[in-house]
């Protein structure tokens, strides 16, 4: 992840919570109030945001310290202690929310992921996600991704041609879109093709897409239509896929498997903090 766009990405999270203050801990807190708080994983499953963690409290109050015990893409189970965070009781409480949402979504993504991943053994299927990120927090929920073990799909329309059915259609056909695509793109962007029959892969194929993504087709479809794409044409599987049936897509022959839910719908992680202890901020205390 890049540091400086993860900080800049917090503050403004931070300044959308915490407004001028934060009225609940100002009121009944001392700026020399200070201690310790834990978060817990109150169920088991991949730990991703580290970063958050250390960075995050830091931008709050630079006199907080943290001690994250795990690394990205541990596992963790239930009732194990993830990190110890020290300070003021008004930092604490002030970047808790926001730092704990972020880490439960990331991590819930990773577990998300992993568990897709562990569906392909065996076959040369491999797991990836697609835009279907919350925005704002795209570069977090992708890094999530890859700390599951997963890949990333493109990042952005900036980074990749994808060729979908409205483009097609706008275009008068897949020939078309390509030749376009071709004629205005250099050498290094890849141009992927979305198809839904088989005679929309022929097609595909003839002109000269690098991906072909089979979108809503069955497994049977796409074991069924694979030999007819070369050898040297990336394929793709997309669309309605869900954990119980990845395994079929995969056994089909596949390159490639992407799914929308691993951002879309997942499932935050449970993780808690609680209080471990309280005190007194000692004179010089960092």
């Known amino acids: 992840m890049n540091g400086m766009k993860l900080d800049d990405m917090l503050k ?14 100002e009121s009944i807190f001392s700026e020399h109030e200070a201690g310790t708080f834990s978060f817990w994983a109150k169920e088991a499953g991949i730990f991703c945001g580290r970063a958050v963690i ?3 409290f830091r931008l709050v109050d630079e006199t907080i310290s943290t001690s994250v015990l795990k690394q990205d893409g541990d596992q963790v189970k239930k009732g ?21 949402n972020l880490v439960q979504r990331m991590s819930g993504i990773a577990t998300a992921a992993a568990a897709a991943v562990k569906e392909t053994e065996g076959t040369r299927a491999r797991i990836c996600d697609t835009r279907k990120t919350v925005p704002g927090l795209r570069m977090l929920e992708k890094y999530a991704v890859r700390t599951g073990g997963a890949f990333n799909h493109r990042n952005g329309l900036y980074d990749a041609i ?22 205005s793109c250099g050498h290094t962007i890849k141009i992927e093709v979305e198809i839904e029959s088989e005679e929309q892969l022929k097609e595909a194929v003839q002109a000269g897409a690098d991906i072909i993504m089979f979108d809503n087709c069955t497994p049977a479809q796409i074991e069924a ?6 050898a040297h044409i990336e394929t793709e599987a997309s669309g309605g896929i869900e954990l119980e049936t990845i395994r079929d897509y995969a056994l089909t022959g596949i390159g490639w498997i992407s799914l929308g839910a691993l951002t879309h719908s997942v499932q935050a ?13 000692l004179h010089g205390i960092n």
């Open 12 to 25: 403004a999270f931070f300044i959308e919570d915490i407004g001028d203050r934060d009225l609940t801990g």
């Open 54 to 56: 250390e960075r995050g």
């Open 80 to 100: 194990e202690c993830l990190a110890r965070i020290t300070g003021p009781y008004r930092s604490l409480l002030a970047g808790e929310r926001v730092i704990l």
């Open 162 to 183: 994808m060729l979908k059915d409205n483009h097609i259609a706008f275009a008068g056909g897949i020939k078309q879109a390509v030749t376009k695509a071709k004629q």
């Open 225 to 230: 239509w694979l030999p007819i794409v070369p």
């Open 269 to 281: 992680l449970d993780i808690s903090a609680r209080v471990e202890m309280k005190g007194e901020v």
